[in-house]
């Protein structure tokens, strides 16, 4: 079986994150970057599939600027097998919709039994490229899993929501997401590390995939969160409790 | 020539992410509570911290003398005692994989690089330590095996190690009377003296190895009898260059502490930080530790290359670190006034567990000796 996973490279959502108000987007220098903790747990999930089984191909795919190259890097070292590297500058600051059809197009000619995403990203987010890619590829999609069965011509799993649990399944070739409730993902070891710059990555460019490059959404306007105010305090005098009710009845919050 | 390669980059950011999450969140407990975590190490084990300097073709991870100080020091960061094990157990396994043979390292080194299997290096006696050379335990061939009977003092490890390699003399020849055994744990006339109380290293058990007409086969000897001393002494070369990492890892987290508690703590009105005669000190202990982190890649740098200055130079790291992380620790400690004195901060704990380092793996008096005499001597 080959599993692709997509992977995106983020600020680390340890420090504080921030927009640049120039372009709208999200500033990477300001923080160091990291692979997303949900495309870690999609890795995770995909390695433990190889874990079972040696003859799993496991592929990561990242679009991203020049240093992406160290998320796939690390994502080598943790144990996949080879990686996808959608570079160029004319798609910086890409769209949804623009990063979608160029995921797309890298993975049609990847041929992947199963793709695996993290249901949403932790900076620019949407949660919606993974919808969009399968859309592209006519794939079913097993959106937002709680937990996975993969076998070998068929993906099973369970979705949470408010009304309860559902059971969804899809024959191969399909995509499915991953949330937080599936495994931390592992450290890479030794060998991983000084093993992972002998392992393939290809570099695809825009013309490469054949796909156009201006986005179809802009950003009109963006804001500074504002600065926290001071809580409102409330002191007991009997009538907390009701004060209490009061206050999250009128915020909406319950 | 000081950069680090982006693998060793990587090597350091695993390590650290491991220590950090497994690990330093237990530190002090384990120490309060003499826990010696085995489940731990084995976690270690499996990412290669079992075999770091062992031969990939043996089962290690190949890895150079300077990966393996860079990943020490980051052990250390989150508790030098664990990290020190780590590093003795690494030692063992080198000496295996070094100067076994064949069936020595398929037998031993699967096990040892794992971690599913923990190493323990005996060399020290009650009435020897510095004087190594002078040892009585006493190895007798006879027949196709060796019977041992001694005592071994302050065994890191003992009792819970599978293997032990043991120096033991046979022959009345001084230092170039001593062989090395492997001796596997469960062996008949093997046992262990009660659990040492200690002032550091709580975390890993310190004990007395007995060999009491211990039957050992002769295939169990690790190299040529009477090569010994040498065995012991080159495994001791890189353990020591291993313990200065440990130092300078212990001595940097109290250091890092350090600055956070003089930039949070306030008095006579304002940062602690502040205060030159302060700021004076961190910029010293950041000093002494850079000073001899220069010093322990050097001397990796000569163990991985051979080259002729090399016991010289790991005496002159172990001597430079073990004080500098020491220091570093102990002036921690007062710049935290008296929240370093309580074991809640973790600072006090790092005093003990590295005053140890200036003792053990030669102490620092005979590390003096063997710069001395080679100064002096050529
Ligand atoms: C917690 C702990 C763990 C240990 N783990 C191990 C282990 O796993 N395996 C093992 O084999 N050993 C181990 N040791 C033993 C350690 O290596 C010895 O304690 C050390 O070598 C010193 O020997 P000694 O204690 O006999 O001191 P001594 O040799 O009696 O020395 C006493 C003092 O005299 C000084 N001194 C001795 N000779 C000279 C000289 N010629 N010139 C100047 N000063 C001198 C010493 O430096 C020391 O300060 C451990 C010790 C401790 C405390």
């Known amino acids: 079986m080959k599993i692709v996973v997509l992977i995106k490279q983020v600020p680390d959502t340890a420090e504080e994150r921030r927009l640049d108000p120039g372009t709208g987007r999200v500033d990477r220098q300001a923080n160091d970057p990291v692979i997303d903790e949900i495309t870690e747990r999609a890795l995770e999930l995909a390695l433990s599939v190889k874990d079972k089984d040696k003859s799993t191909e496991v592929a990561v795919l990242a679009m991203g600027p020049e240093e992406t190259s160290k998320a796939i890097r690390k994502a080598l070292s943790m144990g996949a097998d080879s990686g996808i590297h959608i570079l160029d500058p004319a798609l910086a600051g890409a769209d949804i919709t623009l990063t979608a059809a160029a995921l797309a197009a890298a993975l049609k000619g990847a041929q992947a039994d199963l793709i695996i995403a993290g249901n949403e990203s932790t900076d620019g987010r949407a949660g919606i490229v993974p919808a969009m890619v399968a859309e592209h590829l006519g794939l079913p999609l097993l959106g937002a899993l709680a937990s996975a069965a993969i076998g070998a011509g068929t993906v099973s799993g369970e979705r949470l929501n408010d009304a309860g649990t559902q059971r969804v399944s899809a024959p191969l070739p399909a995509m499915l997401t991953v949330t937080e409730s599936f495994e931390e993902a592992r450290f890479p070891n030794f060998k991983g590390i000084m093993g992972a710059k002998r392992k393939p990555v290809t570099t695809l460019s825009a013309s490469g995939l054949g796909i156009a490059t201006e986005p179809l959404s802009t950003v009109i306007d963006l804001e500074q969160r504002p600065p926290r105010t001071a809580g409102r305090k409330i002191i007991d005098e009997g009538d907390a409790a009701a004060q209490l009710v009061d206050f999250l009845v009128t915020q909406r919050l319950i | ?378």
């Not at chain 2, 020490?72 to 295996?96: C, Q, R």
């Not at chain 2, 001796?183 to 009660?194: E, K, Y």
């Not at chain 2, 600055?259 to 000093?287: C, H, N």
């Not at chain 2, 010093?295 to 740098?301: E, K, L, N, P, T």
């Open chain 2, 1 to 378: 020539m000081f950069d680090l390669t982006e693998d060793q980059l990587a090597i350091v950011h695993m390590v650290a992410g491991f220590a950090a999450e497994n690990i330093a969140p237990h530190a002090i407990e384990w120490d309060q509570n003499h826990h010696f975590p085995v489940d731990v190490l084995a976690q270690a084990g499996e990412l290669g911290m079992g075999g770091i300097y062992v031969r990939e073709e043996s089962g290690g991870s190949g890895m150079s003398r300077l990966d393996a100080a860079l990943i020490f020091e980051e052990l250390a960061k989150a508790d030098p005692t664990i990290a020190a094990y780590i590093s003795i157990h690494n030692m063992v396994a080198w000496m295996i994989d070094k100067f076994g043979n064949d069936e020595q390292r398929t037998t031993w080194l699967p096990g040892l690089c794992s971690m599913e299997t923990l190493a323990s290096y005996a060399l020290t006696e009650p009435g020897v330590g510095s004087d190594a050379a002078a040892l009585s335990t006493r190895a007798v061939l006879d027949g196709d095996h060796y019977v041992l009977n001694g005592t071994k003092q302050f065994i890191s490890g003992a009792g819970s190690s599978g293997v032990y390699v043991v120096m033991a003399r046979t022959a009345d020849t001084g230092s170039a009377g001593i062989s090395a055994f492997i001796v596997p744990d469960g062996t008949q006339g093997l046992s262990f003296g009660a659990l040492e109380r200690k002032m550091g290293w709580n975390a890993q058990p310190t004990r007395q190895v007995v060999f009491e007409n211990m039957r050992i086969p002769a295939a169990n000897r690790l190299g040529e009898e009477g090569s010994g001393f040498g065995i012991a002494m080159k495994g001791l070369n890189g353990g020591r260059v291993n313990i200065g990492a440990c130092s300078l890892g212990g001595g940097q987290a109290a250091l890092d502490k350090s600055v956070a508690y003089l930039k949070e703590r306030s008095a006579f009105g304002a940062p602690l930080i502040g205060q030159q005669a302060l700021l004076f000190q961190i910029a010293d202990m950041q000093t002494e530790l850079e000073a001899a982190r220069t010093m322990v890649w050097r001397a990796a740098d000569a163990l991985e290359r051979s080259t002729k200055d090399t016991v010289r130079l790991c005496a002159m790291a172990k001597l430079v670190a073990t004080d500098a992380g020491f220091n570093a620790a102990n002036t921690a400690l007062q710049l935290h006034g008296g929240y370093g004195y309580l074991s809640e901060y973790g600072i006090e704990k790092i005093v003990r567990d590295l005053r140890v380092h200036q003792i053990l793996e030669g102490s620092n008096e005979i590390m003096r000796l063997i710069i001395g005499r080679i100064a002096v001597d050529g």
